[in-house]
């Protein structure tokens, strides 16, 4: 059976997979499993995001939207590590991957945790997210809402060319928060997300 990335509880089988992250000066072995997006691998969208970003912020809480495995959060992690870095997911078997991961590389600077059991209140220094295009336009638009009120600084999304990354700027700043591209490469834009000004 085949389960969607975004599936709360995956019911395909385990069959876990490691391989080497190296993006910049960080160097990580990580695990990927079945039923969790990218298995074996760093897919080309987060590469582009991590290798083209801005430095992250030196203080505050970091965000990983849709974290997957945790190539984002750990490297977040691992490049400032004052900082938590919450790691966050639908996706059950996803979560455990990110803590297996954590715990394996010795960062202790990572929560993983579903939305839900984020603290109403809690802000963020900035949001970095390969977010969860193909769970559907109505889908992705409403995740986006929810938390990028919460981000202070600027979010980090990279999005692939195809499936809407222009078109996503642009409701973006409709709604109020006006989307920059920082860079296009392989086909996937790098769009840095201002916090908008009517935000709490």
Request: glycine content about 8%; aromatic content about 6%; proline content about 6%.
């Amino acid at each position: 059976m085949t389960d969607q990335y975004f599936s709360e509880q995956p019911t395909s089988a385990s069959d876990p997979v490691s391989f080497r992250l190296e993006v910049g000066d960080v160097a990580l072995d990580l695990t990927t499993d079945s039923g969790v997006f990218s298995r074996g691998r760093l897919d080309k969208g987060t590469r582009v995001l991590l290798a083209n970003a801005p430095e992250p912020a030196g203080t505050g809480d970091l965000l990983d939207l849709g974290c997957g495995y945790g190539p984002i959060a750990l490297w977040l992690a691992v490049r400032r590590p004052s900082s938590t870095v919450w790691a966050v997911d639908v996706n059950d078997r996803a979560l455990d991957l990110v803590r297996a991961n954590a715990a394996a590389a010795k960062v202790t600077n990572v929560r993983a945790c579903r939305p839900d059991e984020i603290p109403a209140d809690h802000r963020f220094a900035e949001m970095w997210s390969n977010p969860p295009i193909r769970s559907g336009k109505a889908a992705l638009h409403e995740l986006l809402l929810r938390w990028l009120p919460r981000v202070d600084g600027s979010s980090y999304l990279v999005v692939s060319k195809n499936l809407g990354s222009d078109s996503l700027a642009r409701w973006l700043g409709e709604q109020g928060h006006p989307a920059t591209r920082l860079s296009s490469h392989a086909g996937f834009r790098v769009l840095a997300v201002k916090r908008s000004e009517s935000a709490a």
